[in-house]
């Protein structure tokens, strides 16, 4: 069974860059699509970013696309998001999530989650 620990948040101002890491354990991880998604307070969680088990696919919301970065490193069982030009409305809980079935961009495709980092943008 993969187990997934995020890190990386933090609290930033607007424009600034983070970087979320996501480290799994496990022998399979590299075989998998992985996800992130985020969490706003009152909101449904959504959809992010996501890519395939070799990191040659990936797949972004279109309120990240062109500011966010998803890549892997099978070697060392971790897949992190760079976040530039970041705004208060990124301000969310961001998980990271195994998808055992290819990668995918609705939370049901995605059967392993971590415990998720907390983003605030400040304006």
């Known amino acids: 069974q993969v187990q997934l620990v995020e890190s990386g948040g933090g609290l930033v101002q607007a424009g600034d860059s983070l970087r979320l890491s996501c480290a799994a354990s496990g022998r399979t991880f590299s075989t998998y699509a992985m996800g992130w998604f985020r969490q706003a307070p009152g909101k449904e969680r959504e959809f992010t970013a996501g890519?395939?088990?070799?990191?040659?696919?990936?797949y972004y919301a279109d309120s990240v696309k062109g500011r966010f970065t998803i890549s892997r490193d099978n070697a060392k069982n971790t897949v992190n998001l760079q976040m530039n030009s970041l705004k208060p409305e990124d301000t969310a809980a961001y998980y990271c999530a195994l998808a055992p079935y290819g990668l995918g961009n609705r939370s049901r495709d995605y059967n392993i989650w971590g415990q998720g980092t907390q983003v605030t943008v400040s304006s």
């Open positions: 890519i395939n088990w070799s990191g040659g696919n990936t």
